[in-house]
Structures are given as C-alpha cells and as structure tokens.
C-alpha cells in the first residue's frame, strides 16, 4: 500500500520549454502533497507543500512563479517548471501523506531527472 | 546551515554484522524523526521512525536510538544483508509545525557478501 506514482522519469528539453511532472497516489487519498529537490550529493530540499484546494506554501527562495504547483484533486499534484533554464536541472522527487495524523510518514515518488539542454 | 547532519557519507560492512548509521540535529524543535532507505532510481522509502518521548524503537532488524540531550540518533541494522545495500536518509520533523521534513545528505551502506 502507500504506492506513489510519479511522471515522467527523465526529462530531457531544451532551453525555454516548461516542463509539467505528474504525481499520483494510487492506492490512497493524499491530502498534502510535497516537492523537493535534490542536487548531486546534497540532500533532499523541500521546495514547496501543498494541499488539495488550496494554494502551495513554498520555501524561501523558491520561485512561485517559476514552479508552478496544483493540487486540483486527492490523488494529483504536478510541479510546471515554466520557461527551464539549465541551472534548474535537477533531480524532483514528490511525496504525499494522508490524513492529518502527525505520525503519518510521507510516501515518495522515484523522482524525476529533469536535463535542459 | 544543516540542520540534520549524516556525518559519514558511506559505510561498508560485512553481511551478518551489525550496521550503524549515525545522524546529528541541531534544532532542538525537531521531535519526531524518520529514517528512509532509497535504492538507485527509486524514491526513499520509509524505513522507522521515532518520537522525542522515546529513546529506542525497534522493527524487526531495525532499530532506531534516540538521544535528545545529545542530538544524536542511530540506525541499527541487525544482521545485516546485501539487499541493505542502499542510501539512508534520516529526517527530522517538528509537531505541530508544517509537516516539513528536514533530511540530511544521505550515507550510502554497502553490505559484502
């Protein structure tokens, strides 16, 4: 159970192009749903939490307008990042929970591997 | 500033043996911790957690300890096993607050046949 889909995998695009990555819970309802980044040998970065309805509460120095994040249902989020530039290759990986218990532990995507060219 | 600290960024050990993956904090808000386990090409997995009301949680060959006065928790893998082989995360978290998790670097365990 807790199986969390995301999509695509890898990415590879040109300069300019906005890129759209999907994550999906499939076997439960996912009311918060959460981005991170990661850099080669860094550790996982939140870049933003989200819940479905509302809008996404980003971290300091993520750009809103840059990572464009929706949550239309229980079950979907996805992460644009608009206008790709190389300096944001990098790997995303999602994650999602359920219900409001604290003790609920996030349940993560395989990532994304994001290479604008 | 890291907050969560994983010190050693690899550990080799020998299959049967005992594995210690070790974790520092520095904000003392942190009350409830995580280690997840993350194959190549795969996300982390959640693996065991503990809360600051205890000091050890244990889950089949895994076990977490917890010392607060020190900031320091661990990661016991007994015995250890080649399938182990992986990256470990631990993360932090503080109740009450926004769910945000705080992860350190990640130490890779490679267990020999």
């Known amino acids: 159970g807790a199986v969390v889909s995301q999509h695509p995998s890898w990415v590879i695009c040109k300069s300019g192009t906005s890129v759209k990555i999907e994550c999906r819970s499939l076997d439960f309802q996912a009311t918060t749903m959460f981005w991170y980044r990661q850099f080669p040998k860094q550790s996982l970065m939140l870049m933003a939490t989200s819940n479905e309805g509302s809008k996404a509460t980003y971290e300091q120095g993520v750009e809103k307008d840059k990572f464009l994040i929706n949550h239309a249902s229980l079950t979907l989020s996805t992460l644009t990042v608009t206008s790709a530039h190389p300096e944001d290759s990098s790997f995303y990986i999602c994650s999602a929970k359920s219900g409001g218990s604290f003790n609920q532990p996030q349940h993560f995507g395989d990532g994304t591997r994001l290479s604008i060219l | 500033d890291q907050q969560v600290k994983q010190n050693s960024p690899s550990l080799s050990v020998q299959e049967g043996r005992i594995s210690i993956l070790n974790c520092d904090y520095t904000n003392s808000m942190f009350d409830y911790f995580l280690w997840y386990k993350k194959y190549p090409a795969e996300g982390p997995t959640f693996l065991i957690s503990i809360s600051s009301i205890k000091d050890k949680n244990e889950d089949g060959r895994f076990t977490v300890f917890l010392n607060k006065s020190a900031k320091h928790l661990s990661l016991h893998i007994v015995p250890s096993q080649p399938g182990d082989s992986a990256v470990y995360f631990c993360?932090?978290?503080?109740?009450?607050?926004?769910?945000?998790?705080?992860f350190g670097k990640g130490t890779k365990l490679t267990v020999n046949p």
């Open positions: 993360a932090a978290v503080t109740q009450g607050g926004s769910e945000k998790l705080v």
